[in-house]
C-alpha cells in the first residue's frame, strides 16, 4: 500500500527547530495542483529555488530530507482571465508546473516513497489552509510553539490535524465479492466506502454503507488493516463481512455506476498496489480472505 515505503521512513512528528536550509524540499499547492517537475522523475523545487524572505512550514522529514510547505503561494502563483488561470511568475520557477496531485499516482512517475511525502503534504497543506481563523471566535490562528497544533490569539483554542475515520468493505457471498464503480472520478474497481458518522461504530458504518450503496444485510463483520489515505484526508479501515440472507443488489445509482457479485478469478484489479481496496481484493481473489 502507499505507506509501505520500506527502506524509506516518513518522521512525521513536528520539530520547531528544525529550519529551511537551501536543500531542503518545498511543496506548494494551489488548490488541488501541486508544483512539481515531471522529467522521466518527479522533481520538487527546494527552498534555494524561492527568494531569501520566503516563509516556510516544517512539514515532516523522509529518512532525513526534510519537506516545508510554502506559507504563501500568492507570491509565486497568480491567476488571471476569464478561466482562473494560474501563471507561475517566479522565473526561477519556470521549469515548474501545476498539476493535480491526485493524478500522478497514475502517470507511473516518481517513486512511491515520494507520493506518500506528496500526499502527506497535501493533508497537511489543506489542514495549515482551513485553520487561518479561529471556527470558534473568528480572531487570527498561529502555529503553536511546541506541537503540530494551531492556536487561537483570542480565545486560545487548538486546533489538530483533521483525521477523518472511513471504511472499506468487502462483502463476501461465498466465491463471490461486491464489486462497484464509482460514478465519479476513476473507473477501476472498487469495494463499498464510507465515512464514519457522528456516534456510529465502525461496525455500525460497515452496516449502513452497504445498506446504502447496495441495499445488503451483512454479518461476521471483522477488522483486517488500516491505511493513511491523505488525499481525502482520511484514515481507511478495512473490513471483510458476509452476506446476511437476500443477495439481490439494489445499487445507489447517485453514487455508483456499477455493482455487482465477481467471482473470484474475475476480479480485475488495479493498476498500482498504492490503496488499502486493491490489497483486499488481491487477498480475496488468491483466496486468503
Not at 176 to 182: A, D, E, F, Q, S
Not at 224 to 230: L, V
Request: charged residues 35%; proline residues 3%.
Amino acid at each position: 500500500m502507499i505507506q509501505d515505503i520500506y527502506p524509506h521512513k516518513l518522521h512525521n512528528e513536528y520539530d520547531k527547530d528544525i529550519v529551511p536550509c537551501k536543500d531542503d524540499i518545498v511543496l506548494c499547492f494551489d488548490g488541488v495542483n501541486v508544483l512539481v517537475k515531471l522529467d522521466g522523475k518527479m522533481i520538487f523545487p527546494k527552498v534555494s529555488d524561492f527568494e531569501e524572505e520566503t516563509e516556510f512550514t516544517y512539514l515532516f522529514k523522509l529518512d532525513d530530507q526534510p519537506y516545508f510547505l510554502l506559507r504563501d503561494t500568492d507570491r509565486i502563483i497568480k491567476h488571471v482571465g476569464e478561466e482562473n488561470e494560474a501563471v507561475i511568475e517566479s522565473e526561477k520557477l519556470k521549469e515548474f508546473e501545476l498539476i493535480e496531485a491526485r493524478s500522478i499516482r497514475y502517470k507511473g512517475i516518481g517513486e512511491k516513497h515520494e507520493i506518500f511525502a506528496l500526499y502527506t503534504g497535501k493533508h497537511l497543506a489543506d489542514w495549515y489552509r482551513d485553520m487561518k481563523f479561529c471556527g470558534r471566535c473568528g480572531a487570527k490562528m498561529v502555529h503553536a510553539k511546541t506541537e503540530r497544533a494551531m492556536k487561537c490569539t483570542c480565545c486560545n483554542y487548538r486546533a489538530y490535524p483533521r483525521i477523518m475515520p472511513a471504511v472499506i468493505v468487502a462483502v463476501r457471498n461465498g466465491d463471490r465479492i461486491l464489486l462497484t464503480k464509482y460514478r465519479k472520478g476513476i473507473n477501476y474497481y472498487a469495494l463499498i466506502a464510507g465515512f464514519t458518522e457522528i456516534g456510529e461504530t465502525l461496525e455500525e458504518t460497515v452496516q449502513r454503507e452497504v445498506m446504502e450503496e447496495a441495499g445488503i444485510r451483512v454479518k461476521n463483520i471483522h477488522y483486517y488493516k488500516s491505511q493513511p489515505w491523505a488525499t481525502a484526508n482520511d484514515i481507511l479501515m478495512g473490513f471483510y463481512c458476509d452476506v446476511d440472507g437476500d443477495d439481490t443488489i439494489q445499487m445507489d445509482r447517485n453514487e455508483l455506476k456499477f455493482a455487482e457479485w465477481v467471482e473470484r478469478d474475475k476480479i480485475e484489479l488495479q493498476p498500482d498496489d498504492f490503496s488499502l481496496t486493491n490489497e483486499m481484493m488481491t487477498m480475496f481473489k488468491k483466496g486468503l480472505k
